[in-house]
T-cell receptor, first 114, second 117 residues
Framework: ETGVTQSPTHLIKTRGQQVTLRCSSQ?????VSWYQQALGQGPQFIFQ???????GRGNFPPRFSGLQFPNYSSELNVNALELDDSALYLC?????????????FGPGTRLTVT | GDSVTQMEGPVTLSEEAFLTINCTYT??????LFWYVQYPGEGLQLLLK?????DKGSNKGFEATYRKETTSFHLEKGSVQVSDSAVYFC????????????????FGQGTILTVHP
């Protein structure tokens, strides 16, 4: 069974640029959720994708957008990067919805905005 | 809205000491409760879960009981090891009476545990 994978591992961008992060879900999972974890904080929910559609969104501006593909992999896109976007971005997969059970996390992508 | 509050940290213990990390939550409906662990430089790993009141989740010597009356889900381990040093997160997923949810995990702020030999 293949776990959740994310790419790239680390990324450095300049303020105002755009970035795309990628996630492959665990085998058999059809739902992908994205979280932002600032240094020293708990992860914050960005949004969730199910059947290639956004299925819920946290308190993040529209410049955070995503996609889910037919193979259930997903992308997180962030436009007009700001310094506060520097964080660890975590992808989690699960089978659902409704999703009341556990989500399985990837290792994350560390984004630094300078 | 839903929220999770963890005890203030960090926590520093000697090997074989007893561990308790407190977690309380605020949620309407019937949340599922989780403990995740994050080792340095890694993502989150599910440690244990409980999906209804009075359930006890357990894994690798860690335990937590879902207490609806006190809205708590405290993490305990009888004898910690150096390898348990990590950040521990309490989290919940809200669901309504019908069990539907879009699966947003709400996390506490995390508790850093350091275990010395």
């Amino acid at each position: 069974e293949t776990g959740v994978t994310q790419s790239p591992t680390h990324l450095i961008k300049t303020r105002g640029q755009q970035v795309t992060l990628r996630c492959s879900s665990q085998s058999g999972h059809n739902t992908v959720s994205w979280y932002q974890q600032a240094l020293g904080q708990g992860p914050q929910f960005i949004f969730q994708y199910y059947r290639e559609e956004e299925n819920g969104r946290g308190n993040f501006p529209p410049r955070f957008s995503g996609l889910q593909f037919p193979n259930y992999s997903s992308e997180l896109n962030v436009n007009a990067l700001e310094l506060d976007d520097s964080a660890l971005y975590l992808c989690a997969s699960s089978f659902g919805p409704p999703v009341k059970d556990e989500q399985y996390f990837g290792p994350g992508t560390r984004l630094t905005v300078t | 809205g839903d929220s999770v509050t963890q005890m203030e940290g960090p926590v520093t213990l000697s090997e074989e000491a007893f561990l308790t990390i407190n977690c309380t939550y605020t949620a309407t409906g019937y949340p599922s409760l989780f403990w995740y662990v994050q080792y340095p430089g890694e993502g989150l790993q599910l440690l244990l879960k409980a999906t209804k009141a009075d359930d006890k989740g357990s894994n690798k010597g860690f335990e937590a009981t879902y207490r609806k009356e006190t809205t708590s889900f405290h993490l305990e381990k009888g004898s910690v090891q150096v390898s348990d040093s990590a950040v521990y997160f309490c989290a919940l997923i809200f669901s309504n009476a019908g069990g539907t949810s879009y699966g947003k995990l709400t996390f506490g702020q995390g508790t850093i545990l350091t275990v010395h030999p």
